[in-house]
């Protein structure tokens, strides 16, 4: 049993505990990151969307009151009346750029086209072919937001009112479009981006307008074509964004989502800046650790440990090393030993007279003779231990009574030869005695008895060394 894996297990518990705390820490800190980072694109999410309904409100304000303005002009109901198209694009033109209007739509009752001016802002201004039927049922003073054309790609901020004269004698449609550059800015702005996604009915989904990358773009399409157009992320690729949808328009069978969105990734990106530092200096602390740990456990653990199992006096496995290397071979749950050993009780016959004539230094020095001897002659997965005060205890792993006998008579002849101590010589009579496992017990109490009894028979009968065997009855005195 090698006493210095104590050590290791302590190193091991330090450094898993430390591994533990740091990575639970670390854990903990990137957790709360993400935690807060995604908090923060939540209230930017919510504050774009405050900004673009206060923005959609501002702009309706604006179109409200240059609608009631034109629709109350005489003029304009009197060039109506004469079908003067030339006049009524005039003002047209000239109220719009007041508010600088994207389109200005001038409709009979039925729906036909009795004018259409647009500005720069939306292209060349090409005729509205198919005008939007839902303007037309749309009440008056809301504001609503749709294509002009029933079949267009721009969407627009809308105020229909009638032109009456007493009687309505047409419909006049000021918008503003949806997704030009002021949007785009809009978005910036919030520090969000926005996506308007529209569709007639049932049909499919169109896009009109996004400050998204393109591909993300095309990938919230798609979304929105699968039916998960209510989805709070969105992940493609490297783009991780979260989302929040507020629904623009929904009536005359035409429905308009905006789509706010936030990169999660951009808002981490400081947070992860952080935690990659925290995670080299974590790793430096770790290796940090593990060369403290190592040093203080073999330099303060290490000598008490040495000191808890070896023998200070002759540097070999003191008595408690050898009884729980003896019952960690003896342990087995089903109290079958795995594999043969020996035990050997070794005994100095003449050391109580070396000790009382020559005083305990000559004595403690024939002990570290012995051991010496006894280093020398065995392997090193033999276990050799100082059991009492001249009694020493050897364990021989795989060993029969063959190997054991072998093993004694090895040792002998160095064993006898005398002890010179200062100038002097010692003669050293032992007495050996040998339990073998398992035949001559399971248990490591019980080995050591009979390995007792065995060696005490043999000074009885002074033949150096003896193995047990049940006919002794010999106890120790």
């Known amino acids: 049993m090698n006493y210095r894996s104590y050590e290791w297990k302590i ?5 898993i505990v430390f591994v533990f705390i740091q990575g639970g820490s670390f854990w903990v800190l990137t957790f709360n990151n993400e935690r807060i980072a995604t908090q923060a694109v939540q209230e930017d999410l919510k504050t774009g969307t405050r900004i673009l309904e206060g923005l959609l409100q501002l702009r309706a304000g604006q179109l409200l009151l240059t609608a009631q303005v034109l629709a109350a002009d005489y003029g304009l109901r009197e060039a109506i009346g004469t079908g003067d198209r030339r006049t ?14 994207a389109a200005m739509l001038l409709t009979d009752m039925s729906g036909e086209v009795i004018a259409f001016v647009s500005s720069p802002l939306v292209g060349t201004g090409r005729p509205i072919d198919n005008v939007n039927p839902a303007l037309l049922q749309h009440s008056s003073k809301e504001q609503m937001i749709a294509p002009l054309d029933r079949d267009g790609d721009t969407l627009y901020q809308i105020i229909t009112l009638p032109v009456s004269s007493p009687l309505p ?4 449609s000021i918008g503003f479009p949806v997704g030009d550059p002021s949007w785009q800015a809009l978005g910036g702005d919030a ?6 996604f529209a569709r007639t009915g049932t049909g499919p989904w169109r896009a009109h307008g996004s400050s998204f990358p393109p591909e993300v773009s095309q ?4 979304q929105f074509q699968s039916g998960f157009g209510n989805a709070s992320t969105f992940v493609l690729d490297d783009y991780e964004y979260l989302l929040m949808n507020l629904v623009l328009e929904r009536s005359a069978g035409y429905e308009v ?14 947070f992860e800046q952080v935690q990659s530092t925290l995670l080299r200096w974590v790793l430096v602390c770790f290796a940090l650790t593990m060369i403290a740990v190592f040093l203080l456990t073999r330099r303060m653990v290490g000598p008490l440990n040495t000191l808890a199992h070896l023998d200070t006096l002759t540097h070999l496995a003191n008595r408690r090393l050898f009884d729980m290397t003896m019952k960690s071979m003896c342990a087995n749950p089903s109290g079958i030993l795995n594999k043969s050993f020996a035990v050997l009780l070794l005994d100095l016959d003449d050391f109580k007279r070396i000790n009382d004539q020559r005083g305990h230094d000559v004595g403690d020095k024939v002990l570290q003779t012995i051991a010496g001897r006894l280093k020398s002659g065995l392997r090193k997965s033999d276990l050799i231990a100082r059991y009492g005060g001249d009694e020493f205890a050897i364990l021989l792993p795989g060993a029969n009574r063959e190997a054991a006998r072998q093993v004694v008579e090895s040792l002998l002849p160095a064993l006898r030869a005398p002890v010179a101590v200062d100038g002097a010589e010692f003669p050293a009579m032992l007495s050996i005695g040998v339990a073998l496992a398992p035949e001559n017990g399971r248990d490591t109490a019980e080995l050591l008895r009979k390995a007792d009894i065995a060696m005490y028979n043999a000074k009885q009968l002074k033949s150096t060394y003896a193995f047990y065997d049940k006919a002794m009855t010999t106890t120790p005195v």
Do not use: C, W
């Open 219 to 222: 990938g919230l399409l798609d």
């Open 191 to 196: 520090n969000v981006d926005f996506g308007f």
């Open 88 to 101: 009524i694009e005039s003002m047209l033109t000239n109220h719009g750029a007041r508010i600088q209007a």
């Open 169 to 172: 004698i047409a419909m006049l």
């Open 11 to 15: 190193i091991y518990v330090f450094i």
């Open 257 to 270: 989502i905006v789509l706010a969105g936030k990169s999660l990734a951009e808002e981490m990106g400081p």
